[in-house]
């Protein structure tokens, strides 16, 4: 009798086998459904998104009510979103597009977002730079196999490797070629079974955190 | 002397001449619009049509080969259905070699299934104008002429080709390895849960990134800070975004009976949602659903580096006692992982993305690498039950090794020795995969 927990169960179940049917049978109507089912997804994200914005302008609205710590940054960001949405409507309304190059959506979309994007991604460099310092710090034998390593593909793989040696660059190929693929791959392989296992064990019902 | 230097003079002019009047010639050739007509003759019936294989209809493969010289030529391709013509693809080169005529979104009655097609080539030294487009599916357009020309250029018409029908397949063969193994692991699941069913005890190694999970809860909570579990850019269909919150239920789980905070940024409002749910859940299984916040887990952006500064932010100002980082992870992940260190927490990351894991490693205490992230669910609540997915797991791994072993053997004695009898078998095995 499907009663309780066994009702989300059974529709797991139900729907994790008709997809795997249509995995293997092309024919319709089974072909088509991983394409409907992404259709559902999306249209389910869409409303899903209003969530969303209810949980960040909550959060903020909040903030600035109770006047939290920084509460200043929330009307930034407040005023940021609604700026952002009379933007892109209206350059919509004058357009036909939000996305139209004389937009004023458009313009903040190149002039405030993707400098702001740059410079996150910009800091990066610096990340890399700390965490390879530390990661580098020969202090054991696996410590120093990756400092030396590293050493020869990142010589390898500029000019002045080539200077030193005409062998380097070979022979960082085929670290990268050979003990890192094989490393990768090992990798992968164990990735692709975990996932398989991960998703046995929710069609048939025994992971059920889920669900809890 | 004098004779036969005048001679040779005589002749090297002669020669000269000649030698330049053929190149005026020749150089003249390549302007000729109507340099391809001497083709005429070998087009015939070019095209191969078939029924893509494997698929679900509304399909047509159109294969062609040319001669080398005329690899840089353009190719149209025109299909015939009674009296009714379409253009399938035009200006494509002719090197390409191969179309395919088939449904789309927009067009989902594109090609119908058993009914007959004719399909025909043409042939120019340059793009084919609208106007030619046009003519070639008017009515008027004879099928039986080898060539039409405009004023730039002549056109080379194939010999019409067909008929072929589409069909839906009922089985993808191409996947018949893939439907092998799942039956295999499938059966080697449900052997090794009902071996655990009947009492057999099974092992799972030592993860030391998943049995730090209570000291990194419980120091958390010793220090007055909350715990941040971030699920990465991943969205609820990637399988590293669905361990990772299998895993978040077993965290939150801890978090309610140690009675402290657990704050979960998403990238994705569906994220949140299940997220919520699934904090919700283990926060009442605890039995404490009354220190559930449905605002600790929170939408941030859907921007990656947006949601990088917006979880950096938060970390530097909530100062979390420890950071779980697990599910699908790219360029921000270095990011928020030294943002973790820089401010001392204890910090578990996962994820299946082979290029993010260096980084994790470099700046994270504890790792889960690639397969340790699938088995972390089972790990941390050590059902027996769920223990058989591990087991059949780790034989499949054994059976792949065995195959590859093979595979390594074959590939010595066969393609590397040349022995032809190993050789016949490499090849079988890689036909078989």
């Known amino acids: 009798m499907l009663k309780g927990k066994n009702i989300p169960l059974a529709i797991t179940f139900t729907v994790g086998l008709i997809m795997i049917v249509s995995f293997f049978i092309p024919h319709r109507p089974f072909g088509d459904i991983e394409q409907i089912s992404l259709k559902w997804y999306s249209i389910i994200a869409g409303f899903t998104m209003l969530l969303g914005v209810d949980s960040l302008l909550g959060l903020h609205f909040r903030k600035v009510k109770r006047k939290e710590e920084n509460w200043i940054h929330s009307i930034v960001l407040i005023a940021g979103f609604v700026m952002v949405v009379i933007a892109g409507v209206w350059g919509t309304i004058q357009y036909g597009s939000a996305f139209d190059e004389r937009s004023f959506f458009t313009y903040i979309y190149n002039y405030f977002i993707v400098p702001l994007q740059s410079t996150m991604f910009s800091l990066l460099a610096f990340f890399v730079a700390s965490a390879a310092y530390r990661a580098f710090r020969a202090r054991n034998v696996d410590a120093a196999l990756l400092l030396i390593t590293a050493i020869i593909v990142m010589l390898g793989r500029v000019p002045v490797g080539e200077l030193i040696s005409p062998y380097l660059p070979k022979f960082t190929d085929w670290i990268m070629e050979v003990p890192q693929m094989a490393a990768k791959r090992g990798i992968g392989l164990g990735i692709y079974l975990g996932a398989l296992g991960v998703s046995i064990r929710i069609i048939l019902g025994i992971e059920r955190s889920y669900l809890s | ?433």
């Open chain 2, 1 to 433: 002397m004098k004779k036969n230097l005048v001679l040779l003079l005589l002749s090297l002019t002669l020669l000269f001449s000649f030698s330049f009047a053929q190149e005026q010639a020749s150089g003249g050739t390549d302007l000729n619009p109507n340099a391809i007509s001497s083709e005429t003759e070998r087009l015939g019936s070019m095209l191969q049509l078939s029924d893509i294989p494997n698929d679900g209809g509304g399909g047509i493969e159109i294969n062609w080969t040319l001669n080398d010289s005329l690899s840089n030529y353009f190719i149209t391709i025109i299909r015939r259905e009674g009296n009714i013509k379409k253009i399938v693809a035009s200006d494509l080169l002719a090197s390409s070699g191969q179309v395919r005529d088939v449904n789309s979104d927009e067009n989902k009655s594109n090609v119908k299934d058993g009914t007959e097609y004719f399909y025909t080539a043409v042939l120019s030294e340059y793009a084919v104008s609208q106007e030619i487009l046009d003519y070639l599916v008017c009515d008027s357009l004879d099928m039986e002429a080898m060539t039409i020309a405009d004023a730039n250029q002549v056109y080379l018409i194939s010999d019409e080709s067909g008929p072929v029908k589409s069909k839906a397949s009922w089985f993808n063969l191409e996947r018949l390895t893939v439907l092998i193994s799942a039956i295999i692991i499938t059966f080697l699941f449900l052997l090794y849960l009902q071996l655990a069913r009947k009492g057999k005890e099974l092992y799972i190694r030592k993860i030391s990134g998943l049995d730090a999970v209570e000291e990194a809860v419980g120091r958390s909570t010793e220090m007055g800070k909350p715990i941040m579990y971030i699920l990465g850019i991943g969205y609820v269909t990637d399988i590293p975004t669905i361990a990772g919150l299998t895993i978040l239920g077993r965290v939150s789980k801890k978090v309610a009976e140690y009675e402290t905070k657990i704050l979960v940024p998403s990238y994705d409002p569906v994220v949140m949602t299940t997220a919520q749910e699934v904090v919700k859940e283990a926060f009442t299984e605890a039995g404490r659903p009354d220190l559930y916040n449905k605002n600790d887990i929170m939408y941030i952006t859907q921007d990656q580096f947006g949601y990088a500064a917006g979880v950096d932010g938060m970390m530097l100002r909530e100062k979390p006692g420890a950071v779980f980082l697990q599910g699908l992870f790219f360029a921000e992940s270095l990011i928020l992982a030294e943002t973790g260190h820089s401010i001392g927490a204890i910090q578990i990351a996962g994820t299946t993305e082979t290029a993010q894991l260096p980084f994790f490693v470099a700046a994270c205490d504890y790792t889960l690498i690639g397969e340790e992230m699938m088995a972390a669910s089972v790990y941390l609540q050590k059902d027996p039950l769920m223990l058989s997915s591990i087991a059949a797991e780790d034989v499949m791994k054994v059976i792949i090794i065995i195959i590859l072993l093979i595979g390594l053997i074959l590939g010595i004695l066969g393609p590397g020795m040349h022995i032809e009898f190993f050789d016949k078998l490499f090849n079988l095995l890689i036909e078989i995969l």
